[in-house]
């Protein structure tokens, strides 16, 4: 049995040790000097390739997960989570892809009033923090996703978010394609 370098070793126990994504900067001042960062990990990866759990970005560091393909499987054994209700994910939507945001126009995307017990939920689940407040009348809360936000939901980035066009279930025909004439009925 070949014994894996050091560096390889102890980073994987420091991911698999923590609870969240671990930065990229941590793992770099652990690491000898001679060690690079991206040829460590990219060993990690390929050491779990095909296994039960693989590394993965998420956030602004690396964290082990499950295989997807595992998923169905574990449904049985792990307590799943309780859903969000509809409207604190409608809410949740709109904060990441408008953040920072007030209540008010959170409100005025979604067309209905947002309730405290909504804003609550998200903030009780880590999604969402106050991001300060806008230099408006009032100055009204700014609401914008957390770093868990990221982590839940498998993002390394708000950039990997899905772009509106990933979200249309089939694209609409433009307007200026006449539609198909039914078939005739047979007698």
Same mark, same amino acid.
Request: aromatic residues 4%; negative net charge; proline residues 11%.
């Given at each position: 049995?070949?014994?894996?370098?050091?560096?390889?070793?102890?980073?994987?126990?420091?991911?698999?040790?923590?609870?969240?994504?671990?930065p990229l900067r941590t793992l770099a001042t652990l690491l000898p000097d001679t060690a690079d960062l991206d040829e460590t990990l990219a060993?990690?990866? #390929?050491?779990?390739?095909?296994?039960?759990?693989?590394?993965?970005?998420?956030?602004?560091?690396?964290?082990?997960?499950?295989?997807?393909?595992? #998923?169905?499987?574990?449904?049985?054994?792990?307590?799943?989570?309780?859903?969000?209700?509809?409207?604190?994910?409608?809410?949740?939507?709109?904060?990441?892809?408008?953040?920072?945001?007030?209540?008010?126009?959170?409100?005025?995307?979604?067309?209905?009033?947002?309730?405290?017990?909504?804003?609550?939920?998200?903030?009780?689940?880590?999604?969402?923090?106050? #991001?300060?407040?806008?230099?408006?009348?009032?100055?009204?809360?700014?609401?914008?996703?957390?770093?868990?936000?990221?982590?839940?939901?498998?993002?390394?980035?708000?950039?990997?978010?899905?772009?509106?066009?990933?979200?249309?279930?089939?694209?609409?025909?433009?307007?200026?394609?006449?539609?198909?004439?039914?078939?005739?009925?047979?007698?």
């Amino acid at each position: 049995m070949t014994t894996r370098p050091h560096a390889e070793r102890l980073l994987e126990a420091v991911i698999f040790a923590s609870r969240d994504p671990v930065p990229l900067r941590t793992l770099a001042t652990l690491l000898p000097d001679t060690a690079d960062l991206d040829e460590t990990l990219a060993a990690i990866r #390929a050491h779990h390739a095909g296994g039960g759990f693989e590394l993965v970005e998420a956030g602004q560091g690396v964290m082990f997960r499950t295989a997807p393909d595992l #998923a169905p499987d574990l449904k049985r054994v792990v307590e799943i989570p309780r859903r969000l209700p509809r409207a604190a994910m409608e809410t949740l939507a709109i904060i990441a892809y408008h953040q920072p945001v007030t209540r008010a126009e959170i409100e005025d995307l979604r067309g209905v009033s947002l309730s405290q017990t909504t804003l609550d939920a998200l903030l009780e689940a880590d999604l969402v923090t106050p #991001a300060g407040h806008k230099e408006a009348p009032g100055r009204p809360a700014l609401w914008a996703t957390t770093p868990h936000f990221l982590t839940q939901f498998g993002l390394k980035s708000l950039r990997d978010l899905p772009k509106r066009t990933d979200l249309l279930v089939e694209p609409a025909a433009p307007a200026s394609e006449p539609a198909p004439a039914p078939e005739p009925s047979a007698l």
